[in-house]
């Protein structure tokens, strides 16, 4: 029955005017300024249109005009990015914990939560160590299928909510460690529920190691995730991951019971042995 309401239900009617603004907009931000000759030649528009747009875009402060003729997003942008930045604010009370793990390891870290459908950079605390990872920015979303954040997400989401965002991202290969195979995700998130803490040994960027711990509010599961240089990560994994579980398991409502591995991994952090996390042996 589902599948012919689908089949009958109208298509969502687009404005094309404003998709061609919004494709302006994309250009300019990826760009130092672009003129309007520019702009037309990469959005695939008629100098006209593209004249008329731009100027509309100027009109309403969405765009300024610089130096010879090059235009720059506006002011109205910013507006925009400073109410965006309001709306997915992580719960205040998390951010205190996410201060604590980057001060007691020096490295990087964050809040990931669901917003509207995307698993999604909410907060971060940057790293005080010379060389630091500064792979995500609040805001981030995509690939969470490579990310230590994302999979922690996925595997905790229900299959339908698991399903679905795989199936609008399709699981890419970024590195040669990702996962992208669908049973081997499907294990990989089978794991992560039993440990309860999830890791991306180069999966996401080369050289950058990163962990996760599920924050239980009760009604919303976000995550603490640590990133690290890879030979740093290996050389103290286990510390990292003794003050992640802690950071999370007190922010947390609930506490997510994890596997005898995972708790194993956090009481005996100072202990000389071999590292192995997420099946892998960290050399």
């Excluded at 991202?169 to 996962?179: E, F, L, S, V």
């Excluded at 194993?264 to 071999?274: E, G, I, L, M, V």
């Amino acid at each position: 029955m589902t599948g012919e309401l689908e089949a009958i239900a109208p298509r969502r009617q687009r404005v094309q005017s404003v998709s061609r603004a919004l494709a302006i907009l994309r250009e300019v931000a990826a760009a130092d300024g672009l003129t309007v000759q520019e702009i037309s030649r990469r959005v695939g528009l008629r100098p006209p249109t593209t004249y008329h747009l731009v100027h509309t875009l100027a009109d309403e402060g969405f765009l300024g005009r610089g130096e010879r003729g090059r235009y720059r997003l506006g002011s109205s942008v910013g507006s925009l990015a400073q109410a965006f930045r309001r709306q997915i604010t992580p719960p205040a009370h998390l951010l205190p914990h996410l201060h604590s793990v980057a001060l007691r390891t020096g490295e990087a870290s964050h809040i990931v939560g669901w917003s509207n459908g995307e698993i999604m950079v909410l907060g971060q605390v940057p790293g005080r160590h010379p060389v630091s990872v500064t792979e995500f920015a609040v805001g981030t979303v995509g690939d969470a299928h490579a990310r230590s954040s994302g999979k922690l997400l996925l595997a905790f989401a229900d299959a339908e909510t698991r399903a679905e965002y795989l199936r609008i991202h399709p699981p890419r290969g970024r590195t040669p460690g990702t996962i992208v195979e669908p049973a081997q995700l499907e294990r990989e998130f089978l794991a992560i529920r039993e440990r309860g803490y999830s890791v991306d040994l180069e999966e996401y960027a080369p050289g950058v190691c990163c962990l996760a711990a599920p924050v239980d509010l009760g009604d919303a599961l976000y995550s603490f995730s640590l990133l690290a240089p890879a030979e740093r990560f290996k050389q103290n994994v286990d510390d990292y991951l003794a003050v992640l579980l802690a950071a999370a398991a007190e922010a947390s409502v609930r506490t997510l019971t994890p596997s005898a591995e995972a708790r194993t991994a956090s009481t005996s952090s100072r202990r000389p042995r071999r590292k192995r996390l997420a099946g892998a042996e960290i050399e």
